[in-house]
């Protein structure tokens, strides 16, 4: 059962983020997004 503030992170497309360390890498997606083109790279070729 998800939590009140789950639902809500979700039903308004909020970025959810559980620690420090996810809440910088969600900040630089975010970031990224407005000022980048977007890239796909497969797990493969990493």
Known sequence: MQ???EE???K????YCTNM???QA?????????TKK???T???DI
């Open 38 to 40: 977007l890239e796909v």
């Open 42 to 44: 497969s797990l493969q």
């Open 21 to 23: 360390s996810t809440a």
């Open 8 to 10: 809500q992170h979700l």
């Open 3 to 5: 939590s009140h503030l």
């Open 26 to 34: 969600c900040l630089e997606a975010i970031k990224s997004l407005k």
């Open 12 to 15: 308004n497309k909020v970025p």
